[in-house]
């Protein structure tokens, strides 16, 4: 099993910032990517950001220019730097990665986080 705990939401005011962090743990071989999806209420689930292995790096056209996805691979934690928030950010922010777990079948397969409340306020 592979576990993924979010921190770092909160309210904010618009235009300001905040730093989500996730940590994975469990039987994990190796983490292909981790990422940070969204959902805000009526609306569905989202791409935000996601980081691979290699370092490369997907933004959803929204948040260019004003998110940042970094990630420590020693710690197996993933960063969402948020600045210049919206009242359009608000949602729930899900962890996301995809992985091989650690088992003789070394299966490939995406886990999610329960997710973490992002409030921003005008």
């Known amino acids: 099993q592979v576990q993924l705990v979010e921190s770092g939401g909160g309210l904010v005011q618009a235009g300001g910032s905040l730093r989500l962090s996730c940590a994975a743990s469990?039987?994990?071989?190796?983490?292909?990517?981790m990422g940070w999806y969204r959902q805000a209420p009526g609306k569905q689930r989202d791409l935000v950001a996601v980081i691979t292995s290699g370092g490369m790096t997907n933004y959803a056209d929204s948040v260019k220019g004003r998110f940042t996805i970094s990630r420590d691979n020693a710690k197996n934690t993933v960063y969402l730097q948020m600045n210049s928030l919206k009242p359009e950010d608000t949602a729930v922010y899900y962890c996301?990665?995809?992985?091989?777990?650690?088992?003789?079948?070394?299966?490939?397969?995406?886990?999610w986080g329960q997710g973490t409340q992002v409030t921003v306020s005008s």
């Open positions: 469990g039987n994990i071989f190796t983490i292909n990517a």
């Open positions: 996301y990665a995809n992985a091989v777990s650690s088992t003789l079948y070394r299966r490939t397969a995406d886990y």
